[in-house]
C-alpha cells in the first residue's frame, strides 16, 4: 500500500508540470503592457516545466485522447467543471452579479443531481450557459492590479493576483480540499483533471512550437485570455497585448 501511495505521489507530481507549456500572465497597468521584471527566472522555469510536459504529461494526454471515446472524455470533462463550480457561484456574487450567481446555483445544482454529479449537462440544454469566475477575477473587478507576471515549477503560469485568487478559490474545489484519510483520491481526481486539461490544449501544441519565441507567444496568449475573462469578453480597444497586425485588421 506504501508503494501504490508513492506512485500515486510520483505521477501526481509529474502531472503537475502540465500547466507549466501552456501559459502565462501579466500586469495590467495604465499603459496595459505585459510586466515581466524577472524574465530570465521565468524562460528557465518555462524550459522546466516545458520539459516535464514533452515527456510525461503530453504522452498521458495524448494516451488519454486517444485511448477514451469523445463521449467519455466529455462526460470527465463535465464532471470536473461542476465540482468546480462553486469558485465561479461564490465570485459571482463577490463581483456583484446576483443574476448569474442565482442562474449558476441553479446549474450547479440541475447538473449536480439530474446530470449525474455533472458528468451530464441539462441545465446547457435548458438555457442555462456555464460561466467562468474566479477571486483573480474577483481582485481585477475590485480594482487590483495584476501585478509580476511569474512562472513556477509544477504551478505554472501566472500572476500575484491570480495566484492569491487560487489560493482564495482552493477550500471551493475537492481538487484540493479533501479530508488527509482520501489523500490517494485527492491526487488521483487531480492528476485526471490535469491529463483531461492538457488533453484539450492538444490542438494548440503546434502553434507553440512553430512560434519564433514560444515563451513570449505563450505569454501573451495567456494575458489576452486572462484580460477577456476579466472584461468578459468586451475588451477595451485600446487592448496593447495586440500585435501591430491584429491592432490594424480591427481598425478596418
Known amino acids: 500500500m506504501k508503494d501504490l501511495r508513492k506512485s500515486s505521489l510520483a505521477l501526481a507530481v509529474a502531472l503537475a508540470l502540465v500547466i507549466s507549456s501552456g501559459c502565462a500572465s501579466s500586469k495590467v497597468v495604465q499603459d496595459q503592457e505585459a510586466w515581466d521584471p524577472i524574465e530570465p ?3 528557465a522555469m518555462y524550459k522546466v516545466n516545458d520539459i516535464g510536459d514533452r515527456y510525461v ?19 470527465i470533462q463535465n464532471f470536473f467543471s461542476n ?5 465561479t457561484i461564490v465570485n459571482n456574487f463577490l463581483q456583484g452579479k446576483f443574476r448569474d450567481g442565482g442562474r449558476d446555483t441553479g446549474r450547479f445544482v440541475l447538473n449536480t443531481t439530474v446530470g449525474l454529479f455533472g458528468f451530464f449537462d441539462p441545465a446547457t440544454r435548458i438555457g442555462l450557459e456555464e460561466n467562468d469566475e474566479d477571486f483573480g477575477q474577483t481582485l481585477g473587478k475590485w ?10 515549477p509544477v504551478f505554472g ?23 488527509t484519510s482520501d489523500v490517494d483520491i485527492a491526487w488521483a481526481l487531480w492528476s485526471l483533471y ?13 502553434q507553440v512550437y512553430e512560434a519564433y519565441d514560444p515563451y513570449l507567444f505563450v505569454r501573451d496568449a495567456y494575458l489576452q485570455n486572462q484580460r477577456y475573462k476579466l472584461y ?15 491592432a490594424e485588421d480591427e481598425a478596418e
Request: charged content about 25%; glycine content about 10%.
Open 232 to 246: 468578459d469578453g468586451n475588451v477595451p480597444e485600446d487592448d496593447s497585448y495586440l500585435d501591430e497586425d491584429e
Open 83 to 87: 465540482i468546480r463550480y462553486p469558485i
Open 157 to 179: 503560469p501566472g500572476t500575484l493576483r491570480s495566484f492569491t485568487g487560487n489560493v482564495a478559490d482552493s477550500p471551493l474545489t475537492p481538487l484540493v480540499d479533501v479530508t
Open 57 to 75: 504529461l503530453r504522452p498521458v494526454a495524448v494516451g488519454y485522447e486517444r485511448g477514451l471515446p469523445p463521449q467519455m472524455r466529455n462526460g
Open 194 to 206: 490535469q491529463v483531461d486539461k492538457r488533453s484539450r490544449l492538444l490542438d494548440a501544441d503546434q
Open 143 to 152: 480594482g487590483i492590479g495584476e501585478g509580476p507576471y511569474i512562472v513556477l
Open 41 to 43: 527566472f521565468n524562460r
